[in-house]
């Protein structure tokens, strides 16, 4: 196992190392916080056949959105 240090941004984010991000082929990475640890997983969304495309935890402060909101991302998503 390799480790490095890493400090977050003034905003929160930490950058994985770009060596690291090559060895997958994917720029999605899942999250989980376990017991005071956080685990850092590739994830593959294409193999998922699903999208993640509104995040109430994460994506505009916390806060839902409108069902036109969620519509037009939809659409957007349809649309490519």
Same mark, same amino acid.
């Given at each position: 196992m390799?480790? &490095?240090?890493s &400090? ?22 899942? !999250?989980?916080?376990?017991? &005071?640890?956080?685990? !850092?997983?590739?994830?593959d969304l ?7 495309i509104?995040?109430? &935890? ?6 839902g !959105?409108?069902?036109?909101?969620? !519509? ?9």
């Amino acid at each position: 196992m390799t480790a &490095k240090i890493s &400090k977050c941004t003034p905003k929160g984010q930490i950058t994985l190392p770009k060596d690291w991000r090559n060895q997958f082929n994917t720029d999605s990475f899942m !999250i989980k916080y376990d017991q &005071k640890q956080l685990i !850092i997983t590739p994830v593959d969304l294409a193999g998922l056949h699903e999208e993640v495309i509104f995040d109430a &935890k994460s994506d505009n402060n916390g806060k839902g !959105i409108s069902v036109d909101e969620m !519509i037009k991302s939809l659409k957007k998503i349809k649309n490519g």
